[in-house]
Protein backbone atom coordinates (compact mmCIF):
# COMPACT_ATOMS: atom_id res chain seq x y z
CA UNK A 1 0.00 0.00 0.00
CA UNK A 2 1.50 4.00 -0.93
CA UNK A 3 1.96 5.97 1.66
CA UNK A 4 -0.73 8.32 2.92
CA UNK A 5 -0.17 12.25 3.04
CA UNK A 6 0.34 12.97 6.42
CA UNK A 7 -1.22 16.00 8.24
CA UNK A 8 1.37 16.91 9.95
CA UNK A 9 4.43 16.62 7.68
CA UNK A 10 3.35 17.14 4.57
CA UNK A 11 3.10 20.37 3.07
CA UNK A 12 0.70 18.95 0.09
CA UNK A 13 -2.02 17.38 2.01
CA UNK A 14 -5.20 19.22 1.35
CA UNK A 15 -8.31 18.45 3.64
CA UNK A 16 -10.63 15.73 1.38
CA UNK A 17 -8.70 15.06 -1.14
CA UNK A 18 -8.73 10.90 0.75
CA UNK A 19 -12.30 10.98 0.69
CA UNK A 20 -14.47 12.53 -2.19
CA UNK A 21 -17.54 12.23 -0.38
CA UNK A 22 -16.27 14.56 2.47
CA UNK A 23 -15.97 17.52 0.00
CA UNK A 24 -19.73 18.40 1.03
CA UNK A 25 -18.88 18.27 4.69
CA UNK A 26 -15.93 20.90 5.16
CA UNK A 27 -16.56 21.26 8.99
CA UNK A 28 -16.57 17.16 9.33
CA UNK A 29 -13.42 17.05 7.24
CA UNK A 30 -11.67 20.02 9.39
CA UNK A 31 -12.42 18.13 12.61
CA UNK A 32 -11.08 14.85 11.00
CA UNK A 33 -7.61 16.41 10.30
CA UNK A 34 -7.39 18.56 13.57
CA UNK A 35 -7.78 15.02 15.61
CA UNK A 36 -5.72 13.48 13.49
CA UNK A 37 -3.34 15.85 13.88
CA UNK A 38 -3.90 15.56 17.70
CA UNK A 39 -3.49 12.18 18.12
CA UNK A 40 -0.24 12.09 15.69
CA UNK A 41 0.92 14.61 18.08
CA UNK A 42 0.18 13.46 21.60
CA UNK A 43 -0.25 9.49 21.66
CA UNK A 44 2.87 8.08 22.00
CA UNK A 45 4.06 4.36 22.04
CA UNK A 46 7.80 3.40 21.75
CA UNK A 47 11.04 4.83 21.02
CA UNK A 48 14.43 4.24 21.02
CA UNK A 49 16.40 6.04 23.70
CA UNK A 50 19.93 6.27 25.07
CA UNK A 51 21.16 6.10 28.52
CA UNK A 52 22.22 9.62 30.58
CA UNK A 53 22.49 8.83 33.54
CA UNK A 54 21.88 5.66 36.30
CA UNK A 55 20.15 5.95 39.65
CA UNK A 56 20.55 2.30 41.45
CA UNK A 57 19.86 0.27 38.60
CA UNK A 58 16.32 0.80 38.78
CA UNK A 59 15.76 4.20 37.16
CA UNK A 60 17.57 6.42 34.65
CA UNK A 61 17.80 9.45 32.76
CA UNK A 62 17.56 8.87 29.06
CA UNK A 63 17.49 11.05 25.33
CA UNK A 64 15.26 9.71 23.04
CA UNK A 65 16.80 9.12 19.75
CA UNK A 66 14.62 10.02 17.02
CA UNK A 67 13.46 13.51 16.54
CA UNK A 68 9.82 14.73 16.47
CA UNK A 69 9.01 16.45 13.29
CA UNK A 70 7.02 19.93 13.16
CA UNK A 71 5.33 21.57 10.01
CA UNK A 72 7.24 24.87 10.61
CA UNK A 73 10.03 23.93 13.32
CA UNK A 74 11.50 21.21 11.51
CA UNK A 75 13.42 18.04 13.46
CA UNK A 76 13.26 18.97 16.87
CA UNK A 77 15.14 16.60 19.38
CA UNK A 78 13.24 15.97 22.07
CA UNK A 79 14.49 17.00 25.71
CA UNK A 80 15.59 14.08 27.97
CA UNK A 81 13.45 11.85 30.27
CA UNK A 82 13.80 12.11 33.64
CA UNK A 83 13.82 9.28 36.76
CA UNK A 84 12.43 6.66 34.56
CA UNK A 85 11.77 2.78 35.45
CA UNK A 86 13.63 0.39 34.27
CA UNK A 87 12.25 -2.99 33.25
CA UNK A 88 14.59 -5.92 34.49
CA UNK A 89 13.40 -9.06 33.73
CA UNK A 90 11.72 -10.59 36.96
CA UNK A 91 9.10 -12.36 38.80
CA UNK A 92 7.78 -13.03 42.27
CA UNK A 93 10.68 -15.45 43.36
CA UNK A 94 12.97 -15.05 40.57
CA UNK A 95 15.03 -12.18 38.57
CA UNK A 96 17.91 -11.24 36.60
CA UNK A 97 19.53 -7.64 37.12
CA UNK A 98 20.77 -6.28 34.09
CA UNK A 99 24.41 -4.29 34.15
CA UNK A 100 23.16 -1.38 32.36
CA UNK A 101 25.56 1.31 32.08
CA UNK A 102 25.70 5.25 30.54
CA UNK A 103 25.28 5.07 27.20
CA UNK A 104 23.35 1.85 26.51
CA UNK A 105 20.66 2.10 24.32
CA UNK A 106 17.16 0.62 24.44
CA UNK A 107 13.35 1.01 24.43
CA UNK A 108 11.28 3.37 26.32
CA UNK A 109 7.78 2.65 25.97
CA UNK A 110 4.90 5.09 27.11
CA UNK A 111 1.81 3.99 29.02
CA UNK A 112 -2.00 4.30 28.36
CA UNK A 113 -2.40 6.08 31.81
CA UNK A 114 0.04 7.85 34.69
CA UNK A 115 2.21 5.68 36.38
CA UNK A 116 2.96 7.77 39.56
CA UNK A 117 1.04 5.92 42.18
CA UNK A 118 1.25 2.74 40.65
CA UNK A 119 4.89 3.09 40.86
CA UNK A 120 4.76 4.34 44.79
CA UNK A 121 2.25 1.75 46.32
CA UNK A 122 2.12 -1.16 43.79
CA UNK A 123 -0.73 -3.28 43.73
CA UNK A 124 -3.87 -2.60 42.20
CA UNK A 125 -6.51 -1.88 40.43
CA UNK A 126 -6.29 1.44 41.63
CA UNK A 127 -7.03 4.70 40.06
CA UNK A 128 -4.74 6.85 38.19
CA UNK A 129 -6.10 10.08 39.44
CA UNK A 130 -4.74 11.83 36.71
CA UNK A 131 -6.26 12.08 33.08
CA UNK A 132 -2.69 12.16 31.05
CA UNK A 133 -2.27 9.43 28.33
CA UNK A 134 0.50 8.16 26.31
CA UNK A 135 2.43 10.56 27.92
CA UNK A 136 6.04 11.00 27.72
CA UNK A 137 6.10 11.55 31.75
CA UNK A 138 4.91 8.13 31.78
CA UNK A 139 7.81 6.25 30.04
CA UNK A 140 9.54 2.73 30.59
CA UNK A 141 13.13 1.68 29.26
CA UNK A 142 13.71 -1.56 28.74
CA UNK A 143 17.54 -2.20 27.99
CA UNK A 144 18.62 -3.70 24.69
CA UNK A 145 17.23 -2.06 21.78
CA UNK A 146 20.46 -1.76 19.05
CA UNK A 147 20.35 -0.57 15.37
CA UNK A 148 21.74 -2.93 12.84
CA UNK A 149 25.28 -2.01 13.34
CA UNK A 150 25.52 -3.78 16.63
CA UNK A 151 24.75 -7.22 16.09
CA UNK A 152 24.88 -9.90 18.57
CA UNK A 153 27.73 -12.35 18.14
CA UNK A 154 26.56 -16.49 18.38
CA UNK A 155 24.93 -18.81 16.76
CA UNK A 156 21.01 -17.99 16.51
CA UNK A 157 19.95 -20.59 18.50
CA UNK A 158 22.66 -20.15 21.27
CA UNK A 159 21.76 -18.81 24.73
CA UNK A 160 24.39 -16.52 25.40
CA UNK A 161 25.44 -14.43 28.93
CA UNK A 162 27.65 -11.95 28.58
CA UNK A 163 29.15 -9.35 31.16
CA UNK A 164 32.67 -8.03 29.94
CA UNK A 165 35.02 -10.24 29.84
CA UNK A 166 32.46 -13.30 30.75
CA UNK A 167 30.68 -15.44 28.42
CA UNK A 168 28.49 -18.40 29.12
CA UNK A 169 27.31 -20.24 26.00
CA UNK A 170 23.83 -22.75 26.33
CA UNK A 171 23.67 -24.55 23.36
CA UNK A 172 20.62 -26.23 22.14
CA UNK A 173 22.25 -29.53 21.67
CA UNK A 174 22.64 -29.50 25.45
CA UNK A 175 26.31 -28.81 25.77
CA UNK A 176 28.04 -25.88 27.60
CA UNK A 177 30.79 -23.10 27.08
CA UNK A 178 32.07 -20.94 30.12
CA UNK A 179 35.07 -18.92 29.06
CA UNK A 180 36.52 -15.48 29.96
CA UNK A 181 37.78 -14.71 26.36
CA UNK A 182 41.13 -16.82 27.18
CA UNK A 183 40.41 -19.56 28.97
CA UNK A 184 37.28 -22.43 29.07
CA UNK A 185 35.99 -23.99 31.63
CA UNK A 186 35.39 -27.24 31.14
CA UNK A 187 38.05 -27.77 28.59
CA UNK A 188 40.01 -26.77 31.27
CA UNK A 189 38.60 -29.26 33.40
CA UNK A 190 38.40 -31.75 30.61
CA UNK A 191 42.45 -31.25 30.56
CA UNK A 192 42.80 -31.47 34.22
CA UNK A 193 40.73 -35.04 34.79
CA UNK A 194 42.62 -36.34 31.66
CA UNK A 195 46.05 -35.58 33.02
CA UNK A 196 45.28 -37.32 36.59
CA UNK A 197 44.34 -40.02 35.15
CA UNK A 198 46.85 -40.80 32.65
CA UNK A 199 49.92 -39.47 35.34
CA UNK A 200 47.97 -42.70 37.52
CA UNK A 201 47.80 -45.26 34.72
CA UNK A 202 51.61 -44.31 33.33
CA UNK A 203 53.89 -43.94 36.31
CA UNK A 204 51.67 -45.76 38.31
CA UNK A 205 50.05 -42.03 40.86
CA UNK A 206 49.03 -42.13 43.54
CA UNK A 207 45.36 -43.20 42.40
CA UNK A 208 44.03 -47.05 42.25
CA UNK A 209 42.64 -48.62 39.46
CA UNK A 210 39.03 -48.32 40.05
CA UNK A 211 39.53 -44.10 40.70
CA UNK A 212 41.44 -44.12 37.14
CA UNK A 213 38.31 -45.36 35.95
CA UNK A 214 36.24 -42.88 37.75
CA UNK A 215 38.27 -40.07 36.39
CA UNK A 216 38.32 -41.52 32.44
CA UNK A 217 34.44 -41.54 32.78
CA UNK A 218 34.20 -38.17 34.40
CA UNK A 219 36.57 -36.89 31.92
CA UNK A 220 33.85 -38.20 29.21
CA UNK A 221 31.15 -36.87 30.84
CA UNK A 222 32.67 -33.10 31.07
CA UNK A 223 33.29 -33.69 27.20
CA UNK A 224 29.96 -34.70 26.70
CA UNK A 225 29.00 -31.30 28.18
CA UNK A 226 31.93 -28.89 26.18
CA UNK A 227 30.25 -26.49 23.89
CA UNK A 228 32.34 -25.66 20.34
Known amino acids: ?3 QPNPLYD ?9 QKSE ?11 IDQWVRANVHVW ?8 YDNSFVDVQILIQEIFLIQGAISIPPLLHIPVEHPRGADYWIKLPIAVGDTGRVSFCDRSLDNWLIAGGGPLNPQDARMHDYSDAVFTPGLYPQSNVLPGAADDM ?3 NGQAEIYIQKSGTFKITNGVNELISNLVELVSTLST ?10 F ?7 EISENLQSLEGE
Open 160 to 162: ILH
Open 24 to 34: SKPLVEALRVM
Open 11 to 19: NQYVPGTQD
Open 210 to 216: DVVEELV
Open 1 to 3: MPN
Open 47 to 54: LPAKILKI
Open 199 to 208: ASTVAGGPFT
